[in-house]
């Protein structure tokens, strides 16, 4: 399935478009609820599951293989800069294919990565009815081509390191969908986060090479810590 988006004159709707551009938003995933065979403790599904019985027998009669699936929120906006451009550092960038002539015509900012895969309505007859959500969001041109840049990254390794393609979404949808600013901030407090356990790891590492002895300890709160390590260490490394 593709979106077509194309902008006309205010008033003119058969003017010619003065830009379009053409997205596909179509997916292939399996849907939660179509992973895991779902069986009811009790014999009877609870109060409210009667109305998905309809949606339940028609996904399962395709099975747990990925559908084609769209999305429940797209964004389309502008792709907008206020200072003077220049033609030639837009070619060194990779943009020469937005300059015509004495022109320089700026695609449209279309996100079809604001909704995680897990949210996407599957294509299938006799499904739900299908609802898109569109949203006007406008970026600036240097946050829009990190935006691409850092797409491309991860789309290279995807193919070239066999990243996964939900982790991939993933980082895709916290740099595409949010604003920088949420961005630094995300990573200020993951920083700090991180400078903080170092603190406490060396401390702590200090602490028992200048122990001489375990007077003052308690040998079973010290025997309990170390039981509950194991226990998380063991438990990080299934998940």
């Known amino acids: 399935v593709f979106l077509h988006a194309f902008v006309v004159p205010h008033g003119r709707p058969d003017a010619s478009p003065l830009r379009h551009e053409v997205v596909i938003i179509s997916r292939q995933v399996v849907q939660p609820n179509r992973r895991v065979h779902k069986e009811y ?4 599904p609870p109060a409210g ?4 019985r309809e949606e339940e027998a028609a996904e399962a009669a395709i099975g747990a293989h990925p559908v084609a699936s769209l999305p429940k929120v797209v964004e389309v906006g502008f792709v907008a800069e206020p200072r003077p451009l220049n033609r030639t550092g837009l070619r060194q960038q990779g943009l020469d294919r937005y300059v015509q002539g004495k022109q320089i015509r700026l695609p449209l900012a279309v996100n079809t990565l604001v909704s995680p895969r897990d949210e996407y309505a599957p294509l299938v007859k006799g499904g739900k009815p299908l609802s898109l959500e569109l ?3 406008s970026l600036g041109l240097g946050y829009w081509t990190m935006i691409q840049q850092f797409v491309m990254a991860f789309d290279d390794a995807e193919k070239t390191m066999g990243l996964n393609q939900y982790d ?3 980082f895709k949808q916290m740099i595409g969908g949010s604003s920088p600013w949420k961005i630094i901030l995300v990573y200020s407090i993951a920083f700090l986060h991180l400078a903080f356990e170092y603190l406490a790891f060396a401390s702590d590492i200090s602490f028992w090479r200048a122990k001489t002895s375990f007077e003052g300890l308690s040998s079973s709160s010290v025997t309990l810590q170390a039981c509950s390590n194991v226990i998380m260490f063991f438990y990080v490394q299934e998940q």
């Not at 403790?41 to 009877?44: Q, S």
């Not at 599951?49 to 998905?52: I, L, N």
């Open 135 to 137: 949203r006007l969001r």
């Open 49 to 52: 599951a009667d109305s998905r």
């Open 168 to 170: 991939a979404d993933s």
């Open 41 to 44: 403790l009790l014999g009877a």
